[in-house]
């Protein structure tokens, strides 16, 4: 969004203003008023010419600017009705120097998940991918997931669903008493880095929002299914806003985690390429690990599948 409009945007926040007002405060002339604030109504910003000026009514789009205005993180957004997966996106703006951007789409045609496993990403849900240069050791990286995971889970909590999370890197809603549950988002993070430098990560993250649970694996559930459906651009910002609050302060991101983790607890069964391990997953470490306790004590997973299992 160009400065002006953004101008705009911040003055008709106060209540309806005039064109001439408008164009003596902005130093421009009343027909760049007129067309800057055409432009806005083309993006979706439904302004109405009232006897007191210029009102913002409401915002209904879902888009770039739309998702800007009044968005309190320090990104960009770049927006796309539809996209092969908004993480490749994200490696491509990496690769231009590009850092703190958002990559939105309505939908996606070739998402993935962990494994490369296929992702469903329909017309309705959240896809996005924040590109970010931190200035963290690889070793530190994981944090960046969890941060990722605990932000939807509270943006979706807001929403009205008992979201919680799943290690590694799931967000669920529980199904009964016993850690069954079904899945609402996953994420999958990527980056680039030397062995003691990251050079950018790319956090995807996909939720499930307004699309028909019906339409889904019966393994997983969305926000209209949970909560009714949801105002899709605020539900952006207040992610962005959460894990930007996370990624300024790491150290209060395992204890985040930990308030909201349904695998804490559970009896789980963890699929390592060195063999699978099964125990009750007593917590996690400072880096993200989960921690088992098995009959042979304690064993740390740095990554795997995870499964709640049911209780002995």
């Not at 800057?36 to 888009?63: K, W």
């Not at 980056?191 to 028909?212: K, T």
């Not at 926000?223 to 207040?238: L, N």
């Not at 963890?270 to 391990?277: A, D």
Request: with cysteine; proline share 5%.
């Amino acid at each position: 969004m160009n400065e002006t409009r953004r101008a705009i945007l911040e003055s008709l926040a106060d209540g309806p203003i005039s064109g001439p007002q408008l164009a003596d405060s902005l130093d421009i002339s009343r027909a760049a008023v007129w067309k800057q604030v055409d432009a806005l109504r083309d993006a979706g910003f439904e302004i109405e010419s009232a006897p007191g000026g210029y009102e913002l009514t409401d915002v209904a789009a879902y888009n770039a600017p739309a998702i800007e205005y009044e968005l309190e993180a320090p990104v960009s957004v770049e927006y796309h009705d539809s996209i092969g997966s908004t993480n490749d996106r994200a490696r491509e703006l990496a690769a231009t120097g590009a850092t703190d951007v958002a990559v939105v789409a309505d939908e996606q045609v070739g998402g993935r998940g962990r494994l490369e496993r296929a992702w469903s990403a329909p017309s309705g849900g959240v896809w996005l991918s924040l590109l970010t240069r931190p200035k963290i050791t690889p070793a530190r990286a994981p944090l960046y997931t969890l941060a990722a995971s605990v932000a939807t889970a509270r943006a979706a909590r807001e929403a009205g669903v008992d979201a919680r999370i799943k290690w590694p890197n799931d967000v669920v809603v529980p199904v009964g008493e016993d850690g069954e549950y079904r899945k609402l988002a996953g994420i999958l993070t990527e980056m680039e880095g030397e062995m003691d430098r990251v050079e950018w990560i790319a956090v995807g993250i996909g939720v499930n929002a307004n699309i028909d649970a019906a339409d889904l694996p019966e393994t997983a559930t969305t926000i209209r299914e949970e909560a009714g459906d949801v105002d899709r651009r605020r539900f952006v910002q207040r992610l962005l806003e959460e894990l930007a609050e996370y990624r300024t302060d790491l150290e209060s991101v395992v204890p985040a985690w930990r308030e909201l983790a349904l695998t804490l607890g559970q009896r789980v069964r963890v699929e390592r390429p060195s063999g699978e391990l099964v125990g009750d997953a007593v917590d996690i470490t400072d880096s993200g690990a989960l921690v088992v306790e098995t009959a042979d004590g304690n064993e740390t997973v740095a990554a795997g599948d995870c499964e709640h299992l049911r209780p002995v």
